[in-house]
């Protein structure tokens, strides 16, 4: 079955750029939409931003001047950059897998595979 | 931005009850609706999408209901190993998806 890894730096400094990669394995990447998520210390799940095979991507607003997602189908991988970070960007983050139901004709997106999670955290 | 709203923010139970969570979002996002689980240390798991379909997999005495704004997530009979906390998320998509607050579940 789909498994996802999470990989990157664990610590990086302040007015930094964290950088992640997600790798796919058991599976193609291509052909499904692909999701960023993550989880300051004690806190609730945040979405970062999604990808599709083809590029397209779509940003929190709140994070969108600060994120970049892009994909590799060649080595079956996406990654992640998020540049400027401070100590609120301190977190574990989350690749995961968004799927497609199409129920009366309608599609339903979620994600329903999730890596284990890397922490990263911002500091000095 | 759609903004997510899940009540209580905590709860305790015992086994064998019947809990359920609601979940409100600030415009109607149709049925777009999923709720996921995460017990300490680990990533989320998916429970229920579509507002009522059942994850493969996941127990059927989790259940979902809801359409629009208001939407719960219902555990029929609790289990001991059901004690985490639980996130839903809306994916209607605009501008992107977004998540409740959470719900932490103790058993008595």
């Known amino acids: 079955q789909v498994q996802l890894q999470e990989s990157g730096p664990g610590l990086v400094k302040p007015s930094e750029t964290l950088s992640l990669t997600c790798t796919v394995s058991g599976g193609s990447i291509s052909s499904y939409y692909w999701s960023w998520i993550r989880q300051p210390p004690g806190k609730g799940l945040e979405w970062i931003g999604y990808i599709y095979s083809s590029g397209s991507t779509n940003y929190n607003p709140s994070l969108k001047s600060r994120v970049t997602i892009s994909i590799d189908t060649s080595k079956n991988q996406f990654s992640l950059k998020l540049n400027s970070v401070t100590a609120a960007d301190t977190a574990v983050y989350y690749c995961?897998?968004?799927?497609?139901?199409?129920?009366?004709?309608?599609?339903?997106?979620?994600?329903?595979?999730w890596g284990k999670g890397t922490t990263v955290t911002v500091s000095s | 931005d759609i903004q997510m709203t899940q009540s209580p923010s905590s709860l305790s139970a015992s086994v064998g009850d019947r809990v359920t969570i609601t979940c409100r979002a600030s415009q109607s996002i149709s049925r777009y609706l999923n709720w996921y689980q995460q017990k300490p240390g680990k990533a989320p798991k998916l429970l229920i999408y579509a507002a009522s379909s059942l994850h493969s997999g996941v127990p059927s005495r989790f259940s979902g209901s809801g359409s629009g704004t208001d939407f719960t997530l219902t555990i029929s009979s609790l289990q001991p190993e059901d004690s985490a906390i639980y996130y839903c998320q809306q994916s209607y998509g605009i501008p992107g998806n977004s998540f409740g607050q959470g719900t932490k579940l103790e058993i008595k």
């Open positions: 995961a897998r968004d799927l497609t139901a199409v129920t009366g004709g309608t599609s339903y997106y979620y994600m329903d595979v």
